[in-house]
């Protein structure tokens, strides 16, 4: 790929429009400390597709609910202020992607590596050293969003990221982002960071996006970018070795980087193995979410 055709496709990433009013009322009202059950239901219900997979959410097992939850503010109550928050915002970040075009693209994939990745560095920053100072309102989002680049390259280039995707899966022991810079000579970190900044996205997400790959990241917000970038590549480690009978850790807990992360950030090795058996003992509930989130 010539440098002219790497100026195109960086320049077709900047042109992508900014969010709908109504898209970005809703990103707003979930950044708003003060907002009560009733006020955010109201601006959600701007969004039929939003107000439709958390009505999907609230109902999955995962909740107990089972097809009980009619109404938006019965949803809120069910899921909690802050999954209700982060859940729509990743929503409506999601909401003017157009996805089919690329076959290969596995949306429920998607958003179960990042539900698995949100729920991992969730439960991993309760055993933070608090002087570490992580955002902890952060943390799942960040979970969320941190691979939102995907959803862009794939609107954009649905047939270099047909490509690119062709070959990672043949080859998943090289990481997506070198298949796509193959492709496309950018990378979905740098996708999500510049579209997460013309949307305004606030700062450690961006840095999340950016830099959660390298765990030798140490500037701004580095313990929140090397939290979520383990709990991404457990998540991930997870689904890729997936088989019939079960599945294996997900991670080698022995290897150096994972030894360094657990060490700066002072998480206890033993604390991880818990929570992530926790986690996958919760597998079929999390692929329902993904499921009730991909439409």
């Known amino acids: 790929m010539n440098n002219e055709e790497v100026r195109r496709h960086i320049q077709r990433l900047k042109e992508l429009p900014a969010l709908a009013p109504n898209l970005s009322r809703i990103i707003e009202a979930c950044e708003d400390p003060e907002i009560d059950f009733q006020h955010l239901a109201q601006v959600l219900q701007s969004s039929p597709t939003i107000t439709a997979r958390l009505l999907g959410l609230a109902n999955t097992a995962f909740f107990g609910q089972a097809g009980r939850v009619q109404t938006l503010e019965h949803a809120t109550a069910i899921l909690g202020l802050p999954m209700v928050r982060n859940i729509a915002t990743g929503l409506a970040l999601a909401g003017p992607f157009q996805l089919k075009s690329c076959r290969r693209f596995e949306l429920q994939r998607y958003w179960l590596t990042s539900i698995l990745a949100a729920s991992m560095g969730r439960e991993l920053a309760t055993g933070v050293d608090p002087q570490l100072q992580i955002p902890r309102d952060s943390v799942y989002l960040a979970g969320l969003l941190h691979n939102f680049g995907l959803l862009a390259l794939v609107h954009l280039f649905p047939q270099e990221m047909e490509q690119a995707l062709a070959t990672y899966y043949k080859a998943p022991e090289q990481r997506l982002a070198s298949h796509l810079r193959r492709a496309l000579a950018i990378d979905h970190y740098q996708a999500g960071a510049w579209l997460g900044g013309k949307w305004h996205l606030p700062r450690e997400l961006l840095l999340v996006m950016e830099h959660h790959h390298d765990p030798q990241y140490r500037r701004e917000q580095w313990p929140l970018v090397l939290l979520t970038g383990f709990s991404s590549r457990w998540g991930d480690g997870v689904l890729n070795q997936l088989t019939a009978e ?3 850790s997900g991670y080698d807990y022995d290897d150096p980087q994972v030894a ?12 991880a193995r818990a929570t992530q058996h926790r986690i996958l003992a919760q597998l079929p509930a999390y692929r329902e979410m993904a499921a009730a989130l991909s439409g």
């Open 246 to 248: 079960g599945v294996t």
């Open 260 to 271: 360094l992360v657990f060490r700066l950030l002072e998480i206890d090795g033993e604390q």
